[in-house]
């Protein structure tokens, strides 16, 4: 963008535009020597307010531009002098996720959770002890400069069959800490569940997953597998060392995902006595 100016100085109005750029700065004298950019513009009256989207650049890279008004005399106004880096898109194999940066070079891998590599199977492990159940595949994002200057924009794209309105908007994403060896919340933000995609700022690059907090507790059943067994009228099961006794327990699903498991089980028992028939 560009404020006009006039055909002397801020009066009138100017006759045409010249634009030009390069991979380098320009000066008044290589002017002519950049590579001319196409002008649909043209002039206003001095002092508006004026814009040109330009395209054909490369994705990455730093272009500098040089804009000179002409008039109908063509005399050349001094050069309006601007520079801008273009940005890169990475995405992964899948298309699910694109990460839009200033750096190029960045790679995005699906990785597998019952992977031998050390720290995927330790970010997985993470993840259960943190009660988080995986709503997306991880992704390993691996950049050449880490944090990404100016940060990024990731976009994150997931499949919304099977869950909850609720549940749909609790996914948040998550990126794995190695240093902590735990996932941290990138933003507390929900999804965009019109696109069945959720979009964050990020800065720092490693392993990215869409999660849900498991906040649903275990279900458990106790049952009597056999032996001698009384039941009083109060309620009281008394049994004997004959008796078999089952316990199980389970993590309920949320919605098409699996819960993060049963970490442990406990039952009582007391010792109290009472009289015992078949």
Same mark, same amino acid.
């Not at 500098?64 to 008004?69: N, Q, T």
């Not at 298309?95 to 019952?114: A, D, K, N």
């Not at 099977?162 to 507390?188: C, I, M, N």
């Not at 009083?232 to 099961?237: D, L, N, Y």
């Given at each position: 963008?560009w404020t006009?100016v006039g055909?002397?100085?801020?009066v009138?109005?100017a006759m045409?535009y010249e634009l030009r !750029?390069?991979t380098s700065?320009?000066a008044?004298?290589?002017f002519?020597?950049a !590579?001319?950019v196409?002008l ?7 002092g508006a307010?004026?814009?040109a989207?330009?395209l054909? +650049? &490369?994705a990455?890279t730093t272009?500098?531009?040089?804009l000179?008004?002409v008039?109908? +005399?063509?005399? #050349?106004?001094a050069?309006s002098?601007a ?7 990475a995405?992964s194999g @899948?298309?699910l /996720?694109?990460?839009v940066?200033?750096?190029q070079g ?7 959770t019952?992977t031998t590599?050390?720290?995927?199977a ?5 993840a259960?002890?943190?009660?988080l159940?995986?709503a997306t ?9 880490n944090?990404i ?7 994150f794209a997931y499949?919304?069959?099977? /869950?909850t309105l609720?549940?749909?908007q609790?996914?948040?994403?998550y %990126?794995f800490?190695?240093?902590?060896g735990k996932? +941290?919340?990138?933003? @507390?933000?929900g999804p965009l $569940? @019109?696109?069945?995609? /959720?979009?964050?700022q990020?800065?720092s690059?490693? /392993?990215?997953?869409l999660?849900?907090? &498991?906040?649903d %507790?275990p279900t458990?059943e +106790?049952?009597?597998?056999g #032996? ?12 004997s060392?004959?008796?078999?006794? #089952?316990f199980? $327990? ?9 819960g993060?498991?049963v970490l442990r089980t ?6 109290s ?5 078949a």
């Amino acid at each position: 963008t560009w404020t006009a100016v006039g055909d002397d100085a801020y009066v009138g109005q100017a006759m045409k535009y010249e634009l030009r !750029r390069a991979t380098s700065p320009i000066a008044e004298p290589d002017f002519t020597l950049a !590579r001319e950019v196409f002008l649909s513009t043209v002039p206003d009256i001095a002092g508006a307010r004026q814009s040109a989207l330009i395209l054909g +650049l &490369d994705a990455g890279t730093t272009y500098y531009f040089a804009l000179r008004a002409v008039d109908e +005399l063509e005399n #050349g106004s001094a050069l309006s002098l601007a520079s801008a880096r273009t940005l890169s898109m990475a995405k992964s194999g @899948d298309g699910l /996720l694109r990460l839009v940066s200033s750096v190029q070079g960045i790679t995005i891998t699906q990785v597998s959770t019952t992977t031998t590599n050390p720290a995927v199977a330790l970010a997985t492990e993470a993840a259960a002890v943190q009660g988080l159940v995986f709503a997306t595949p991880i992704y390993d994002i691996v950049s050449p400069v880490n944090p990404i200057p100016g940060g990024g924009t990731l976009e994150f794209a997931y499949s919304s069959a099977g /869950l909850t309105l609720e549940q749909e908007q609790a996914l948040r994403l998550y %990126h794995f800490d190695p240093s902590q060896g735990k996932w +941290l919340l990138v933003a @507390d933000i929900g999804p965009l $569940a @019109d696109r069945d995609a /959720l979009i964050a700022q990020v800065a720092s690059l490693s /392993l990215f997953a869409l999660m849900l907090q &498991d906040k649903d %507790h275990p279900t458990t059943e +106790l049952a009597f597998a056999g #032996g001698r067994q009384f039941i009083a009228q109060a309620g009281s099961v008394f049994a004997s060392t004959s008796t078999r006794i #089952g316990f199980s $327990a389970q993590d309920p699903p949320l919605g098409p995902f699996a819960g993060t498991g049963v970490l442990r089980t406990e039952y009582r028992t007391d010792n109290s006595t009472g009289t015992f028939s078949a």
